[in-house]
């Protein structure tokens, strides 16, 4: 029993001890903005990765530069001493390699691939960075809602608990069957189900919430309220209104054009093989053509090679039309749920304004001693509960229906510079 009371001393010192360290931060969204573009680790990943594609242009420019590698030349020499006519030609290919790069056409094609994928590294950069935050805002709204429904329902739980003791009183003088007060006990102790669920719910938010701004393990987050727009005044979107500036901003497109445009430059390049192949790398996204077959000198696959090269650039071209389609999909989406729930908007509200007159009446009439059914008070209460809740998720649904259509057409926060902290 000894051993028991001081561990139960102990586990009570150490939790105290942990909730004293924690810290807790309270942020702002734009606050969320700036820490996400500079703290998240997947946008640091993807920026380093940008920092590399930036690093192999300089890399492949600075191998058109002469270089020495003395036992090549040996090698180079010895085949044009004893080689012959073909060990001339192929020690002098070899010495070329090396002492001039710059006049194989290939190395000059693959600089010009390793700055195409730089390119695209840089709107993948920016996609990967929109999505992040994209991610974090809708996360911000949600930790907003639930912490508005969670006030909600306790606000709900003092109410019942008020009618409680009247019909408490009520049933000690025989005003009221005894039922009522157990059933107002179910339906409270439902509530306190509810209330646990949402603590757990937030609890997770923030936890990941805070994992995507960078802060460490022991940090609390604390959101800011956001500045409501006038819901009442919103107006309904139209598709073709946006559909254009989604398409042309997306840097998932922009990725793929530059990904196609490469392509052009492995066929010349496939095509002056016979002047020497390249042994530059294409840079970090140059794998997409690495499966491409490329025979040194004059041979009969050079045709295959660029008929494989061709149908690369086709696969390029249909994957791009493929996303293209997502993002009009996603588009139409956003507009047809955002205009259905501002056609669902006003009836929401008097749904509110309905079931709460109801609620409040059955209030009344319970403290002027009327009787009253104890099934006609929980559903008048849980159909409260339901139409809150209805609108508050419409209200940041709204919120996060703007996001999503400022991320598709890059307005707003998303219209901002991608800050890279990346530095070696």
Do not use: C
């Not at 990943?45 to 192999?56: H, L």
């Not at 007159?357 to 929980?378: C, N, P, T």
């Amino acid at each position: 029993m000894k051993f028991l009371i001081w561990a139960s001393i102990f586990s009570s010192l150490i939790s105290n001890s942990h909730a004293q360290n924690q810290q807790v931060v309270e942020i702002s969204m734009e606050q969320l903005v700036q820490k996400v573009s500079t703290e998240n680790y997947t946008v640091y990943e993807s920026a380093t990765r940008v920092y590399q594609a930036k690093e192999s242009i300089t890399v492949a420019r600075k191998n058109l530069l002469p270089r020495l590698n003395i036992w090549k030349m040996a090698s180079a020499a010895l085949e044009i001493v004893a080689g012959g006519p073909a060990g001339i030609a192929a020690g002098s290919f070899s010495i070329i390699e090396d002492i001039a790069p710059f006049l194989v056409p290939a190395n000059w094609y693959r600089v010009s691939q390793t700055k195409l994928f730089y390119e695209a590294d840089k709107e993948g950069y920016k996609a990967l960075w929109a999505n992040e935050i994209l991610t974090a805002k809708a996360l911000y709204h949600h930790m907003l809602l639930d912490s508005a429904l969670r006030d909600h329902i306790k606000q709900t739980k003092k109410d019942l608990q008020k009618i409680l003791e009247i019909v408490k009183v009520r049933e000690t003088f025989g005003g009221a069957p005894r039922s009522v007060s157990q059933d107002i006990k179910i339906r409270m102790l439902a509530l306190d189900e509810d209330l646990r669920s949402l603590d757990v719910l937030l609890a997770e938010e923030e936890s990941l919430l805070a994992y995507m701004m960078g802060y460490s393990t022991g940090v609390k987050l604390r959101v800011k309220p956001v500045q409501m727009p006038d819901f009442g005044a919103l107006e309904r979107l139209d598709y073709k209104d946006f559909e254009y500036r989604a398409v042309e901003v997306s840097p998932e497109l922009k990725q793929f054009e530059y990904f196609i445009e490469a392509a052009n430059y492995v066929k010349k390049e496939i095509s002056y093989a016979f002047l020497g192949t390249s042994s530059l790398s294409r840079g970090i996204n140059g794998g997409i053509f690495d499966n491409i077959p490329m025979q040194a000198g004059l041979g009969f696959g050079t045709g295959a090679s660029l008929r494989i090269a061709r149908a690369q650039k086709d696969i390029l071209k249909v994957q791009k039309k493929g996303v293209e389609e997502t993002v009009k999909r996603n588009l139409k989406l956003l507009v047809d749920n955002y205009n259905l729930d501002i056609d669902n908007f006003h009836g929401m509200t008097k749904r509110v304004s309905l079931t709460k007159d109801v609620l409040d009446q059955l209030y009344k009439r319970a403290k002027f001693g009327d009787e009253i059914q104890s099934i006609e008070l929980i559903e008048a209460s849980r159909s409260h509960i339901d139409a809150d809740t209805a609108l508050f998720s419409v209200i940041f649904r709204f919120l996060n229906n703007e996001d999503k259509l400022s991320r598709l057409i890059f307005h707003g926060d998303y219209s901002k510079t991608p800050v890279s902290t990346v530095n070696f």
